[in-house]
């Protein structure tokens, strides 16, 4: 998985900087968060809106999609469950980590496609997709720039297993 995912042993909910990711749907917390970010940037919240989906899709869909295909494991990986805490920025962008409340894996009950199709939709129907709309009214992003951003970071993902890196 990713190098920045971290066990429960990295982090303690306590830690400051860790929240968990559904207070991204809160209009204060987030707005106060693209806010800064703009701000360290200087650049205009669209900008810290499209850094937070890019550094989002690296740090939680890439090691979900990971998780599923390469470890045949599936983790709950719903808004509920997912802590993200930031582990550093720069002038040009911020960086995310994320930890996992609950490690636990969900074990294959039914078919294989349909174990599959329960993490996508938990994945990209209640967690992704809720965020980038949130995202786009906040701030007036092209939620097709949210979508697309997250689609390079899955596409060299897969390529870099594909290289075997």
Not at 16 to 24: N, Q, V
Not at 71 to 88: C, K, P, Q, T, Y
Not at 138 to 145: A, D, E, H, P, Q
Request: aromatic share 10%.
């Amino acid at each position: 998985m990713s190098s920045r995912v971290f066990s429960r042993k990295g982090l303690s909910s306590h830690s400051s900087g860790l929240f968990p990711a559904r207070d991204l749907l809160n209009r204060q917390f987030c707005f106060s968060l693209l806010l800064k970010w703009s701000e360290q940037m200087q650049a205009d919240l669209v900008v810290a809106a499209s850094q937070l989906a890019k550094q989002y899709s690296f740090t939680v869909v890439v090691p979900a999609l990971d998780a599923v295909s390469a470890l045949n494991e599936r983790l709950d990986f719903s808004m509920d469950n997912v802590l993200i805490h930031f582990a550093g920025q720069s002038r040009k962008r911020m960086t995310l980590k994320m930890q996992l409340h609950d490690w636990k894996a969900v074990p294959l009950q039914h078919s294989r496609q349909y174990w599959r199709e329960q993490l996508l939709k938990t994945l990209f129907t209640h967690h992704i997709s809720p965020l980038w709309n949130y995202l786009h009214r906040l701030t007036g992003i092209s939620r097709s720039v949210l979508w697309g951003n997250l689609a390079a970071y899955v596409y060299l993902a897969v390529r870099r297993k594909i290289a075997g890196k």
